[in-house]
């Protein structure tokens, strides 16, 4: 019997605390509602959501760059990019103008769309892929500049009125304040299309001792196939360079591994250029 006892006013004694706590609590529930918090969204969440967005714009305006085709009826054929894209040469472009305006690396359109020793631009054309694959287009050279790496050609319209997706030129405003700006880079290394990249501006000084001639140099990982596409600024949506070369700081330049380090023309080269 002392034995039942030694066990039992414990246990009543905690029952009567528990019982105690409880009538506190809901004491203070009825005194002082609680408050209902709404956890604001990730800033994370917030940016991947505007990398998004820029990315479908970017995506929207970037071309794949190809020699042109023989056959003009392939032209209207949406099946041609499979039937072209053999792996030889190709490149990216960006559509900067409604009227079709669009830019891409010299270096690409020399040799693949013209010979290597052609000096004139005369009739020089190129077949340009739109995203998708859906569309395939015959675009004319306007302009070339192999000392910036720059090449100004214009889509050519199958319909009358036909208007292009495009991403302005970053204003002049915005030259000083390039670096460590967040970058995207759309376009089709290797021969796979649509494959997107994300870095920052690392240096955009006139004198970079890696990107020389005045291109500023990005943090981010491009490969062969890259080349004439857009950097295109993550918080203004425009473009801010057009993709040059790829190198490293102790082996130049290399076609065949990924890098991360981009060199490009930059805006106020772009600009310069198209005027």
Known sequence: MSSLKKWVWPAVYGVGITALLIAALAYIVQ?????AYVLPTPLLAQLNEERAERLRELRAATVFVYADIPDKRLYDDPTTPDAFRDGRSFGTGVVISPEGDML?????????????????????????VMTGHTQVYRAKLLKLDAEDDLAHLRIIPKEKDERFTL?????????????????????????SANMAVLGIVS?????????KGGKIRATLAVAPGNSGGALLDVG?????????????LGEGHSAALFLN?????????IRSFIE
């Open 261 to 269: 380090i981009t060199c490009a023309a930059s805006a106020k080269q």
């Open 104 to 128: 891409t690396a010299e270096h690409v359109v020399r040799g693949m769309c013209m010979p290597e020793e052609q000096i004139t631009i005369e009739e020089v054309y190129c077949a340009v």
């Open 203 to 211: 240096n955009a000084v006139d004198n970079d001792e890696v990107c």
């Open 236 to 248: 203004t949506g425009a473009v801010v360079g057009i993709t040059s070369t790829v190198r490293t």
């Open 167 to 191: 991403v302005p030129v970053i204003d002049v405003s915005f030259d000083a304040k390039l670096e460590g700006r967040e970058v995207l880079v759309n376009g089709i290394p290797l021969g």
């Open 31 to 35: 005194q002082k509602p609680m408050t």
